[in-house]
């Protein structure tokens, strides 16, 4: 007679960026994880319990193969040739390229597939869901929705990434680039003039300089910035990076309850 194997479920994760840590935190299956990227920031107590074992781009391939990990978690072309490495060692790797918000919660969804607790998944994509279904609801009751630029580097002037993009429209903006927003890289996000920005007229500026902190004079001493409605009233505001520029849940959560807030703000104002 032979056995049917049941299936093991890994146990030892390495998390290579931070919304996968995060996921699991959410999920209390932390425990499974036993190495993480020194760039996670949420939750803070993750940096003083597990290893760090990369950076963004490059990884300490010894360091991971010595935690004996069953399964890592990478995110984007951009840690392809890490990936390549570990699976050259043997090692399981998924590597995910989320870019919207259903593809955020998708990523959820697999993770909680992959470690054998699919309604975790589901529960935690439920709760951001209602999140998000609350905020648009209270969006679509503003008097007025306000034009947004988000810039998410100074130099070159590189513009939102799509789950920010749909972010804005859901909190009750409207994107100014909402054109850019489906090209995933970076490069194809850059505004080679400046002054394409002040024909777009945003009643409001968001910097989050991914990792960089936000200096005002930069941007209001760019050439004929200052006709632009949100440079000329105040409407200048910083969302931290690690708040909605990370595909995960954070994003979801802390980054758009923070850009409901400002438009909310600008529109009972004005």
């Known amino acids: 007679m032979i056995l049917v194997p049941e299936p093991k479920w890994p146990e030892r994760i390495i998390c290579l960026t931070e919304e996968t840590t995060e996921a699991l935190y959410l999920m209390e299956e932390d425990h499974r994880i036993v190495g993480i990227s020194a760039y ?45 490495d570990l699976i050259k060692e ?8 989320h870019r919207s918000i259903s ?25 951001m869901q209602d999140n998000l279904r609350k905020i648009k609801q209270q969006a679509e009751q ?8 988000f810039e998410e580097w100074f130099d070159p002037i590189i513009t ?4 920010v993009s749909e972010l804005i429209e859901i909190a009750g903006g409207i994107d100014c680039y909402q054109e850019f927003s489906t090209q995933s890289l970076a490069k194809n996000r850059i505004v080679a003039d400046a002054s394409e920005v002040i024909a777009k007229q945003p ?11 936000f200096d005002e004079e930069k941007v209001t001493s760019r050439v004929g910035w200052q006709t632009i409605p949100a440079i000329k009233n105040g409407d200048i505001f910083e969302i931290n990076s690690t708040d909605i ?23 009972e104002r004005t």
């Open 90 to 97: 043997g090692i399981q790797v998924h590597c995910f390229n």
């Open 203 to 213: 009643d409001i500026y968001i910097a989050s300089w991914c990792g960089r902190k």
């Open 245 to 267: 520029l990370q595909p995960g849940p954070a994003a979801l959560t802390d980054g758009v309850a923070q850009l409901a807030k400002i438009i909310k703000q600008w529109a």
């Open 142 to 149: 503003l008097p007025k929705h306000p034009k947004v630029y």
């Open 103 to 127: 593809e955020i919660l998708q990523m959820i969804r697999t993770v909680s597939a992959l470690i054998g607790q699919p309604a975790k998944g589901e529960k935690l994509v439920a709760d």
């Open 40 to 84: 996670t920031m949420r939750p803070e107590r993750a940096r003083k319990e597990k290893t760090k074992v990369s950076a963004y781009i490059t990884a300490r391939t010894e360091k991971i193969l010595s935690l004996k990990p069953d399964l890592v978690l990478a995110f984007s072309d951009m840690q392809a040739d890490i990936v390549a």
């Open 160 to 163: 939102g990434i799509g789950w």
